[in-house]
């Protein structure tokens, strides 16, 4: 079910229902995510969560599963922000494992792909986090990515 506002979709409906569909995949946020503050660096953030949702969002759309599903998880530990995206996707074949983050490397057939994730885990790494591939899916699941973000989040002023 898509939430819309009355002359758009934004960003205050997907929090009121966190499920919504995206480029025809239901995108989810899982039940259990919770971060209380804000971000000290909300290109890091963008960069590194927006890359991981892009790829997995192709991933279920591309992907044999449906419905086509994307699952993402936020959860605060202290200043730390953990980060789970889950797609239901055909997982990450066993050749492009060891290269997954490297840029140039992708699954998508035209030119001028591959940098995402190479961007997404740089921009955890320059903070002191990193991202990876948690479980490679295949046959019952799609891929997991997981990323950690420390010194991130700070405290909501009230």
Do not use: Y
Not at 140 to 147: I, K, T
Request: charged share 20%; with cysteine; net charge neutral.
């Amino acid at each position: 079910m898509v939430t819309r506002c009355a002359t758009r979709t934004c960003r205050r409906c997907w929090w009121r229902n966190p499920s919504r569909l995206e480029k025809g995949v239901e995108l989810k946020l899982a039940d259990d995510s919770f971060v209380r503050g804000s971000v000290t660096d909300p290109v890091a953030t963008g960069t590194v969560i927006g890359n991981l949702v892009d790829n997995a969002l192709h991933a279920a759309r591309m992907g044999p599963r449906r419905p086509a599903t994307v699952e993402v998880g936020l959860f605060a530990e202290g200043p730390a922000l953990h980060v789970s995206v889950m797609d239901s996707g055909p997982g990450v074949p066993g050749p492009l494992r060891a290269t997954l983050f490297d840029e140039g490397v992708s699954t998508k057939l035209t030119p001028g792909h591959g940098l995402g994730l190479a961007l997404a885990r740089q921009a955890a790494r320059a903070r002191g986090g990193d991202v990876w591939l948690a479980d490679a899916g295949g046959d019952a699941a799609g891929a997991l990515f997981v990323a950690k973000l420390p010194d991130l989040l700070v405290e909501a002023q009230e």
